[in-house]
Nanobody, 122 residues
Framework: QVQLVESGGRLVQAGGSLRLSCVAS????????GGWFRQAPGKEREFVAAITRLGYGTNYADSVKGRFTISRDNIMNTVYLQMNSLKPEDTAVYYC???????????????WGQGTQVTVSS
């Protein structure tokens, strides 16, 4: 079992930056790929970014390519999401997830955090 806790979400102005963190409760976190998803009110949960177990491979949604960067520190059992050039449409609850592969589908992930709210004002 892996417990994930996200942090770093807050209110920020458009054009600003935030870094989200996701800390895992177990050192076996390095055995899992990490993913970030987001869900805005009234919308489906959508893929944002994913990273392979050792961090050599990444994948991004088209809407965040060039603005967001996913990374991980397996010594600290943490996955990060650096978000730059934020837009109002990035407003959502952001969720961290862990699973066997760096997939885009939420169903591919076994473990989820509780989410952290990101609000981007125009």
């Amino acid at each position: 079992q892996v417990q994930l806790v996200e942090s770093g979400g807050r209110l920020v102005q458009a054009g600003g930056s935030l870094r989200l963190s996701c800390v895992a409760s177990t050192g076996t976190f390095k055995a899992y790929a990490g993913g970030w998803f987001r869900q805005a009110p009234g919308k489906e949960r959508e893929f944002v970014a994913a990273i392979t177990r050792l961090g050599y491979g990444t994948n991004y949604a088209d809407s965040v390519k060039g603005r967001f960067t996913i990374s991980r520190d397996n010594i600290m059992n943490t996955v990060y999401l650096q978000m730059n050039s934020l837009k109002p449409e990035d407003t959502a609850v952001y969720y961290c997830a862990a699973g066997p592969g760096a997939a885009m589908a939420p169903s591919a992930y076994n473990f989820w955090g509780q989410g952290t709210q990101v609000t981007v004002s125009s």
